[in-house]
Each structure stands twice: as structure tokens, then as C-alpha cells.
């Protein structure tokens, strides 16, 4: 899984530059409990499927790394891709 972070990484910083940072976080890890905890509760309730594309902190995308559907979140949310770009 973090390979493929590290993958999506590459891609929207290709698309996008430095407007977006991506980061892997593993829920087993203590490093950042609010987000972990927000996640496991979205998992549990059956609202989410590992792994959790967050965006703006917000759980946006479960069950796997699209980045098709992270560009268009991105989008949507008014980010522009950088000039050359697909």
C-alpha cells in the first residue's frame, strides 16, 4: 500500500506540482491517532473500505488508490492542474 501512495505521489505532483502533498499513513501506527480514529470509524460503521483517500483531512475515497478519482476531487475542489499537463 505504500508503494501505491507512493505512486499516486508521483502522479499528482506530475498533474498538479506542489499543490498537493500526499502522505501514507498506517492506521497501526500511533503517528497521528485523530485521523486514524476518524478512519476506523468510518471503517467499522461500514461506511469505508481500506485503504481511505483523505483530502483536506476529510475521508473522501475507500476501498482503494484511484487516482482518476482523486484528480477529480481535486478539481473539484478548485485545483488546477499545472500548465502542460493532460
Known amino acids: 500500500m505504500e508503494d501505491q ?3 499516486a505521489e508521483s502522479q499528482l505532483k506530475e498533474r498538479f506540482g506542489e499543490q ?3 502522505e501514507y499513513i498506517d ?3 500511533p503517528a ?3 485521523t486514524v480514529q476518524k478512519v476506523m ?3 467499522m460503521s ?3 473500505a481500506l485503504p481511505v483517500t483523505l483530502i483536506d483531512s476529510e475521508p473522501k475515497i475507500g476501498g ?3 487516482i482518476s478519482m482523486i484528480e477529480e476531487e481535486l478539481e473539484s475542489l478548485g485545483t488546477k492542474p499545472k500548465k502542460g499537463s493532460r
Open 64 to 66: 482503494a488508490i484511484s
Open 46 to 48: 461500514g461506511q469505508a
Open 41 to 43: 470509524l468510518l471503517v
Open 20 to 22: 498537493v502533498e500526499v
Open 5 to 7: 501512495a507512493k505512486n
Open 27 to 29: 492506521i497501526y501506527s
Open 32 to 34: 497521528s491517532i485523530e
